[in-house]
């Protein structure tokens, strides 16, 4: 997300970052109401799968679903790199790679099959915080006046902006999830359309305002240029234990982002199965945990054995 992004969006977009924001919320938020709609009437873990199979045919569902359980698990596997390298950065090699490998699967994969309601207490406990360390930043950086009109205006490249607000998407993404969950979501049909647009709205916004902060306080360049400028920008505000915390908070997010994504494929995987296009092996639902315990094994299977390609 953006204690990622935020660095390759201010390339292109420059002082006017905080518009690419709004215009990849804009464009996120034109899927994402397309996804709500759908979601009225497919009350299924597969989602896109019967979208397509309903619109077109089961073939060019079956296409999809593998396609994105594909693309699910590679997303998972680069996370958990991504979760890796940061941790090694930050506390050397004196646990090995292999501890962490496993762990950054294994833990995930437990919170897992516990329990739906434990993993989402759990990201909602990780959001909250990921929000406040943002939160905080933009309402330091107003406070102590480090906002000046130069920060966000001037250099206008129409262009380039566009460029950072396709950039920008991918930090808004993860709302095409939430109707893999339409079967464990009280009043689905409701709920997940209102999650999905108060999501992305709301996202948008802080994300909007949180390039504003970073550029006033370090400058347009150096926020292109730093890894990881939320830190550097707390470390500039409040000092290196600022800097030091936010690191840490990276990390949460990271590691979340890696439960949710292996949440979701096993869902879908499930979803899919019982429909009939996967093996049935995968529909076995666990009757103490109500969880399918066999395609999140699967999916933790498959992630821990892609991150033996450290380049994948």
Known sequence: GIYSLLSYATKYGGNFTWLSFIIGGFISLMTGLSY??????????????????????????????LTLVVVGIFTATTLALAFI??????????VSYGIIRFLIIAIPTIINIIGVKFTTNLNMGISIT??????????????????????????????SIVHGAFITILAL??????????????N??????????????????????TSISANSVLGTKTVAKTINPISKT?????????????????LFSIFNTVMLTM????????????????????TKVNKITKTPIRSILFVSLCTFLLTSIKEV
Not at 130 to 159: H, N, Q, V
Not at 173 to 186: D, I, N, R, V, Y
Not at 263 to 282: C, D, E, P
């Open 263 to 282: 949440l979701f494929v096993s869902r879908q995987i499930y979803g899919i199965a019982k429909r009939g296009t996967f093996s049935s092996y995968f």
């Open 36 to 65: 709500a709609e759908l979601s009225k009437y497919f009350d299924s873990n597969a989602s896109e799968y019967d979208y397509i199979t309903t619109a077109i045919s089961t073939k060019a569902g079956s296409l999809m679903g």
């Open 85 to 94: 390298d940061l941790l090694v950065s930050l506390i050397g090699s004196t």
């Open 173 to 186: 993404s993860g709302f095409e999830h939430l109707p893999k969950m339409a079967e464990e979501t009280q």
């Open 130 to 159: 990921e929000s406040s360390t943002l939160i905080i930043l933009i309402l330091l950086s107003a406070y102590m006046g480090k906002w000046t009109p130069k920060a966000y205006t001037g250099g206008f490249d129409l262009p």
């Open 188 to 209: 689905s049909s409701r709920n997940i359309p209102l999650a999905i647009t108060s999501s992305l709205s709301i996202a948008a916004v802080m994300y909007a305002l």
């Open 234 to 250: 707390y470390s500039k505000l409040i000092g290196s234990k600022g800097e030091s915390l936010v690191n840490v908070v990276s």
